[in-house]
């Protein structure tokens, strides 16, 4: 938005109202008129570490004491997290008095301080810790006394209005719901402000429009945004059915689409694909939002809006990422992914992508996104989406796909045309999923007037063995249960090489096949990956 935008300066001068004292002189409330539960479990582990100062989150680490609060140092995501104090449910999974005393100090230091990081006051990042400080009140605040008690609610109060005044958030992705969420959590816990409810509810429809496809996929087409964005809507529906507020029908409405559309994007260990900027997550977490949204069974085959494709048979899943790269406004965890692929046995992963490092520094982000950290193919090594820091540059215009299914068997088709103005190439991927589930095969195919080199690559999952037989035609991969699969393959280079896994709780070695063709060499691949004994 340009700086003369009137909506933005409309924004601003509400924010300013809200900020003077005059509009403070109503009567602050000595606890909220209602309990505000946080439904999420907490990691207890992570809870000690609080207790010694340091707050991990996605595989990085930030001090988090007393007197630290305006460091501008270290990654945005890692500096929103603290001052959002979702981490409280980890001091009251360690449920000690230690904990409790924890919590109390950092959240009367936060209020003492009233940092000055501009993260601290972004809009999600103040419904965060709205949400969060009511939704734990009962742990760290009753107890306390008076004074703590009239501060933090005098803050509430305040922090209330100031996310009132900056609504519609600025923000066009995810990141709006938990805004709206912080709003709604205060006007149940401060039925006295009910212009917070009436506020909220206005932008709430149309930002469930906004975000939420037809399919139920999210519009950032990310897993971890999925499961973010359902966790933000069932809570938004639990606090609205709390103050006996009928929710708007778009609400209940997306979230009966997004339930199944999630358990599309699960594999068989219950965890996620890694798509655009996600890692596992938890799969007893990913169980409970299923459950608080209340759709049972299993999801559709396929999401035709949000571009993704789950071709499962026997014991074998293949998720396969076959959509047009999220638009301008929602692409910042944009990955250049298009037509890579995923695919696990039973409970154990075989081929992943290198999932993302959201926490890390920059050139950790930067490579993570590259296509080259995909199971699928580069052209020239250029990625197939161009990466910048807010999002996507160039990207795949066009992807299509066609896709059949007989006797339990599947067939996907795809095309992207990332390289059509680079090169004027187009990749085409075929894929086959036998119905045992122990017979897949692909082929990829560049087309283009002038032969391009490229590389093919199958990230290996850290657990897998691998070793290239003698023949350099066939690498043997061997499963921690001890299963055997062998990847074969037809006109391109094999060879093993390293790779990095940023799936789990922390970054791991691993192992890529890679299949390197050259550009006075055939633009066609064949491959497969089958069962041994």
Not at 304 to 313: N, S, T, W
Request: glycine share 10%; proline share 7%; aromatic share 4%.
């Amino acid at each position: 938005m340009s700086g003369n935008d009137p909506r933005r300066w409309l924004r601003d001068a509400r924010r300013a109202m809200a900020r003077l004292p005059s509009l403070r002189m109503t009567r602050v409330p000595d606890a909220p008129a209602l309990p505000v539960r946080d439904p999420w479990p907490g990691d207890p582990g992570r809870g000690a570490r609080l207790i010694k100062g340091e707050m991990e989150l996605g595989g990085a680490v930030r001090m988090l004491r007393p007197g630290g609060w305006s460091d501008p140092a270290g990654p945005d995501l890692l500096r929103a997290a603290a001052h959002g104090f979702a981490w409280l449910r980890d001091l009251r999974a360690l449920g000690t008095d230690a904990a409790r005393l924890r919590a109390r100090a950092l959240v009367a230091d936060w209020i003492a301080t009233s940092p000055n990081d501009a993260l601290a006051h972004r809009p999600d990042v103040v419904g965060a810790r709205i949400t969060a400080w009511l939704g734990h009140y009962d742990f760290f605040a009753a107890t306390a006394d008076d004074p703590f008690r009239q501060k933090l609610m005098g803050r509430l109060v305040s922090d209330a209005r100031s996310l009132s005044a900056a609504l519609p958030a600025e923000e066009l992705d995810g990141r709006a719901l938990t805004a709206l969420k912080g709003l709604i959590a205060a006007a149940v816990a401060l039925p006295e402000h009910a212009g917070f409810l009436t506020r909220a509810l206005r932008f709430l429809p149309q930002e469930i429009t906004r975000q939420v496809l037809p399919d139920g996929c999210h519009v950032e087409r990310s897993p971890a945004i999925q499961l973010a964005a359902l966790q933000d809507l069932t809570e938004i529906r639990a606090l609205l059915q709390a103050s006996q507020t009928q929710p708007p029908p778009a609400l209940n409405n997306a979230i009966e689409r997004m339930a199944p559309a999630l358990r599309v994007l699960r594999h068989g260990d219950g965890g996620l694909a890694l798509f655009n900027g996600s890692k596992e997550e938890n799969g007893n977490l990913i169980d409970l939002v299923l459950t608080q949204a209340g759709r049972g069974g299993r999801g559709p085959s396929s999401l035709v809006d949000g571009g993704f494709q789950r071709l499962q048979a026997g014991r074998s899943v293949l998720i396969v990422d076959c959509g047009v790269p999220p638009p301008a406004g929602v692409d910042r965890n944009a990955h250049a992914g298009t037509l890579s692929m995923e695919l696990s046995i039973g409970r154990e992963r075989l081929v992943v992508n290198c999932g993302a490092f959201p926490a890390g520094p920059p050139e950790w982000r930067d490579a993570t996104r590259a296509t080259a950290a995909h199971s699928t193919l580069t052209v020239n090594d250029v990625n197939s989406s161009e990466l910048k820091p807010d999002g996507l540059g160039r990207r795949p215009e066009e992807v299509k796909v066609q896709r059949q299914e007989a006797n339990g068997a599947h067939w996907l088709e795809a095309h992207h045309d990332g390289w059509r103005r680079l090169f004027g190439a187009i990749h085409l991927r075929r894929l086959y999923v036998a119905e045992s589930g122990e017979d897949i095969r692909g082929e990829d195919v560049i087309e283009a007037e002038t032969p391009q080199p490229f590389t093919l690559s199958f990230h290996l999952h850290p657990d897998v063995i691998a070793s290239l037989q003698q023949d350099k035609e066939a690498v043997l991969l061997r499963l921690r249960s001890g299963a055997g699969w062998r990847l074969r393959a037809d006109g391109a280079q094999m060879s093993l090489e390293e790779s990095i896994y940023l799936g789990g709780p922390e970054p791991r070695r691993t192992e890529q096949v890679v299949l390197t063709g050259t550009q006075d060499g055939p633009q066609h691949v064949k491959w497969a990956i089958s069962k041994v004994g």
